[in-house]
C-alpha cells in the first residue's frame, strides 16, 4: 500500500515564474491538505480539498492555488515566484472527519533564485 | 503563524536517557497531536490526544495535555538513536486546518 507520493521532489525556480507541485494520497483517503515549511519552522496550513473543492485555506496569497481531481490527486500551483516562497512544500492526506490523523508526503523542496 | 511554542528549541541526551519536550498553545482545541520529522523531510504521527483526555502513552511516548495552561509535553522513554528526529506538537479541530509549533531538534547521542 503506497503512502503518500509527492512529485517532483526538488525543484529550482526563478523569480516570477509559476510552478506545479503534485500529490498523490494514501490509498483511500479522500482529504489532501498543503503545508509549507520554511527552513527552522513549522509546517504551516495553506489549502486542504475534500471533494475537488477547497474546505478552508490558511494566511497565503492568491498567488497559491490548488486542485484536487476525482482520484484524489491534488496539484498545488504557485504563480509570481518569489524568494520568500523558498521552502519545503508538504502533501498531506487523510479522511475527513474529527481526529483523524494526517499522513505526510516526504515534501517537494522548492528554491527560488 | 505557529500557534504554539516547543520548549527547548534544541536537546541532547545520551541513548537510553528519557526526553521530556513541552509544547504550549494559545487558542482553545479539541484535540494536540505530535509529529516526528526526521531530516527535514515527511512528518510522521505518533499520538493524538483529546482535549478531555489528561495522560495519554503509546509504546515509549507519554503525552499529557493540561487544557487549564494551554500545555502539553511529550515524553520519550528509554532514548534511541533512531529517536534523533525533531518533534512538532501542532492543534486543531481533527485533521482539519493544524496548526503546528516551531518544533524541537533531538539529539540522540550513542
Known amino acids: 500500500d503506497a503512502g503518500v507520493t509527492q512529485s517532483p521532489t526538488h525543484l529550482i525556480k526563478t523569480r516570477g515564474q509559476q510552478v506545479t507541485l503534485r500529490c498523490s494520497p494514501k490509498s483511500g483517503h479522500d482529504t489532501v491538505s498543503w503545508y509549507q515549511q520554511a527552513l527552522g519552522q513549522g509546517p504551516q496550513f495553506i489549502f486542504q480539498?475534500?471533494?475537488?473543492?477547497?474546505?478552508q485555506r490558511g494566511n497565503f496569497p492568491d498567488r497559491f492555488s490548488g486542485h484536487q481531481f476525482p482520484n484524489y490527486s491534488s496539484e498545488l500551483n504557485v504563480n509570481a515566484l518569489l524568494l520568500g516562497d523558498s521552502a519545503l512544500y508538504l502533501c498531506?492526506?487523510?479522511?475527513?472527519?474529527?481526529?483523524?490523523?494526517?499522513?505526510f508526503g516526504s515534501g517537494t523542496q522548492l528554491s527560488v533564485l | 503563524s505557529q500557534q504554539g511554542e516547543e520548549d527547548p528549541q534544541a536537546l541532547s541526551i545520551q541513548e537510553g536517557e528519557n526526553a521530556t519536550m513541552n509544547c504550549s498553545y494559545k487558542?482553545?482545541?479539541?484535540?494536540l497531536q505530535w509529529y516526528r520529522q526526521n531530516s527535514g523531510r515527511g512528518l510522521v504521527h505518533l499520538i493524538l490526544i483529546r482535549s478531555n483526555e489528561r495522560e495519554k502513552h503509546s509504546g515509549r511516548l507519554r503525552v499529557t495535555l493540561d487544557t487549564s495552561k494551554k500545555s502539553s509535553s511529550l515524553l520519550i522513554t528509554a532514548s534511541r538513536a533512531a529517536d534523533t528526529a525533531s518533534y512538532f506538537c501542532?492543534?486543531?479541530?481533527?485533521?482539519?486546518?493544524?496548526?503546528f509549533g516551531t518544533g524541537t531538534r533531538l539529539t540522540i547521542i550513542p
Open positions: 480539498y475534500y471533494e475537488e473543492e477547497e474546505r
Open positions: 487558542t482553545s482545541i479539541n484535540n
Open positions: 498531506a492526506s487523510s479522511f475527513l472527519g474529527p481526529g483523524e490523523k494526517l499522513f
Open positions: 501542532a492543534t486543531g479541530f481533527g485533521n482539519e486546518k493544524l496548526t
